[in-house]
């Protein structure tokens, strides 16, 4: 009987023309009707489906990623299915079917079920990932279907000339719009709130460095994804060749992060950086340091090309002769988060001083884009730490219980050791608005706080004002009410 109606509502939903045929049952994930929020990592997702109009019987769906290359059904990413709910504060159960049967009350009430991205088959358009809900079985008449996307960061060498030029065309409308400029400014006035730095000849240790950076680059992230929702940031993997073993592209070509000219001989520390040219169809194309929204004159001195140093960075770093980069493997070794902590400068500083110009100076370095993918790759090899080397923590997970500091802390403090914002517990600058007198003083804060608190995505963490604490279980896995959106394409929601 209730699949009897179902075709029948079938037949006249598709006679009428709306939509794709049998929109008889409603799809929704992260449970709201807005398509704006279909986004998917590998992070377990709460999703709900339910009959739109009430029946005699209870109907039985069966629900399954599109079938390939049906007609119309773009082959994208895909996802795994599991029943239940997530519940804050607890891990959520597993999520690794391929396909889920349900069954859907007669009144219309909904069911909740889980959904999140399937390892390795990420999207690479929007929305191109079809759920689609069958009457009954597998082989039943179709009743329901819903597109998404599974929103990965990925190797930039991995991204589609699609993927790829969404990108630099968001980052370009970013710089337009004028807030381009707000990271930059925010990284300026920042250094000590987010970095190791120098006070009165003693090293200050910035240990929320990949903290702050995690919150940094996702509010960056963020703010591409107002622009086009089908953006995330891909990582420059700077420890090996920014060529693609396979199709050869290039990171450093002129129709992606722009290229230099390579020095032929000598040393290039002892040259001076260059200009990176760029395709005239590049949006980065005439990409200047002075980050003023068109039509602002240029703050005096600045205004230069985007430059870099003369080095070849489709060699691996230690090809170079001049640069050493670890591997990836000896950065992520299981041990202490302060001897982790060390990647700040090894490999991490090495690959800005690298990449030069710009990206070679704490102050100026988010001047050239290339910032953020390099960015992304410290944030990828600290998710990789603590997914190999750390053991969760039952309170915070993922390694919060080794961080150091922790709570309490007191100021003044009687040796330089830690700044506010890097204990475990602080709140972290500019998101929490907080101001000061801008010394180097350990409690004080920068004259300003630039861009205002933490931009808020329904049901994901961090909160207006993140704390390091809030960085850790990132996916979610100990606490579904932790995970911040994003995912590595290398690495999964479990080991
Ligand atoms: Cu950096």
Not at 264 to 290: E, I
Not at 485 to 491: A, I, K, L, Q
Request: proline fraction near 8%.
């Amino acid at each position: 009987m209730g699949i009897r109606q179902i075709a029948f509502a079938v037949f006249v939903t598709f006679s009428t023309g709306l939509l794709s045929f049998g929109q008889d049952v409603e799809i929704e994930i992260r449970e709201t009707s807005k398509q704006c929020d279909d986004y998917l990592t590998w992070a377990p997702t709460s999703a709900r489906i339910r009959l739109k109009t009430p029946q005699a019987t209870p109907q039985d769906v069966v629900l399954t990623n599109d079938p390939g290359n049906a007609a119309g059904v773009p082959t994208g990413g895909d996802v795994w299915f599991s029943e239940g709910t997530l519940s804050a504060g607890a891990a959520p159960p597993t999520v690794d079917k391929t396909e889920l049967s349900l069954s859907l009350p007669a009144n219309g009430d909904w069911v909740k079920f889980l959904v999140a991205g399937w390892f390795g088959r990420t999207s690479s358009e929007d929305k191109d990932t079809i759920i689609i809900a069958y009457a009954g079985s597998a082989t039943g008449a179709e009743i329901g279907r819903i597109a998404l996307m599974v929103r990965i960061r990925k190797n930039a060498l991995d991204l589609t000339d699609g993927e790829r030029d969404r990108l630099l065309d968001a980052i370009k409308k970013l710089r337009d719009n004028g807030d381009y400029k707000t990271y930059q400014n925010i990284h300026s006035v920042g250094v000590g709130e987010a970095h190791s730095y120098r006070a009165a000849g003693v090293l200050v240790s910035g240990r929320a460095f990949v903290a702050w950076h995690r919150c940094f680059i996702l509010d960056f992230e963020r703010e591409l994804q107002e622009i086009d929702p089908s953006v995330s940031l891909p990582y420059w993997d700077f420890s090996k060749p920014a060529v693609h073993r396979d199709t050869g592209k290039r990171l450093f070509s002129s129709r992606f992060l722009g290229e230099n000219p390579v020095a032929p001989t000598g040393n290039p520390f002892s040259l001076p950086p260059v200009d990176v040219q760029f395709h005239s169809s590049n949006k980065l194309a005439g990409w200047t340091t002075d980050l003023e929204p068109p039509g602002v004159p240029a703050v005096p001195g600045a205004g230069a090309l985007l430059r870099r140093r003369q080095f070849d960075r489709g060699q691996t770093p230690v090809e170079s002769t001049f640069v050493s980069l670890p591997s990836d493997v000896d950065v992520v070794l299981p041990g202490t988060f302060s001897l982790f902590s060390g990647m700040e400068g090894t490999p991490h500083g090495s690959a800005h001083v690298w990449g030069g110009g710009s990206l070679g100076s704490v102050p100026i370095a988010v001047q050239d884009p290339l910032f953020f993918l390099l960015h992304c790759n410290v944030d990828r090899l600290w998710a990789q730490w603590q997914r190999l080397g750390n053991p969760a923590d039952p309170r915070y997970g993922n390694g919060a219980a080794a961080y150091e500091p922790q709570n309490p802390r007191t100021f003044p403090s009687t040796s330089p050791s830690f700044h506010k914002g890097h204990y475990l517990e602080d709140s972290m600058w500019p998101w929490n608005g907080e101001i000061g007198s801008g010394t180097v003083r350990l409690d004080d804060r920068p004259v300003d706080a630039p861009g205002g608190q933490f931009p808020q995505v329904k049901g994901l963490s961090p909160g207006l004002k993140p704390r390091p604490l809030d960085t850790f279980d990132y996916q979610g896995r100990l606490n579904t009410a932790a995970n911040m959106g994003f995912g590595y394409s290398d690495d999964p929601f479990k080991p």
